[in-house]
């Protein structure tokens, strides 16, 4: 059976940090490229980085999570993982990451895009 799956997420205070994980199984990541998106309660699903398969190509969100957010993988492990400082309360969303074989590129914030996604992580921004 191929499914990602999210691990990493939690209640943090403002300021703090978490480190999200997708893991792979039934498939090997390492020819796909992957994406996080985050969905808030009433809003639709966003994309806040991508990488490409062999690393070479990342991109943020513009102005709400670059500097803050970095992502990385690791093909050994078959596992992307998204760094998140700096939290902030509007940073509180279920994260998804999602992988596609076909290179998104510029088109890499469409949901559509995706082959495959995970089931989630609620991450909660709170003092």
Known sequence: QLQLVESGGG???PGGSL???CAASGFTLDAYAVGWFRQAPGKEREGVSYISSSSGWT????DSVKGRFTISRENAKNTVYLQ???LKPEDTAVYYCAAVLL???SM???PARYDYWGQGTQVTVSS
């Open 19 to 21: 480190r999200l994980s």
């Open 84 to 86: 998140m400082n700096s």
């Open 59 to 62: 991109k943020y969100a513009a």
């Open 103 to 105: 290179p998104a590129s």
């Open 11 to 13: 209640l943090v205070q």
């Open 108 to 110: 890499w914030t469409d």
